[in-house]
């Protein structure tokens, strides 16, 4: 079973460090998962020209090397829900 969450609040970054530059935009957001609990996190696979909405699903993708969770944007639906 995959694990998702859902976006409580975002930002979307168009200026980082050099060790992010080849990402930019990309998007961080403030998760919230079935639990209530919320935690901050790197959100794959975003397209600088693609709706992001409070509310949408996201799914686990893996842990970087520091442990920390990256999620991806729910395929095939534009404003997925848990």
């Known amino acids: 079973m995959e694990k998702k969450a859902k976006i409580y609040t975002y930002s979307v970054i168009y200026s980082s460090t050099e060790n992010f ?5 990309y998007l961080i957001a403030l998760l919230k998962d079935n639990r209530g609990n919320k935690k901050l996190s ?17 799914i686990y993708l893996k842990d970087d090397d520091k442990g920390r969770a990256i999620y991806k944007l729910q395929d095939g639906t534009a404003f997925g829900r848990l």
């Open 42 to 58: 790197f959100i794959e696979g975003y397209d600088e020209h693609q709706d992001i909405e409070i509310g949408q699903t996201v």
């Open 21 to 25: 530059s080849n990402k930019t935009p």
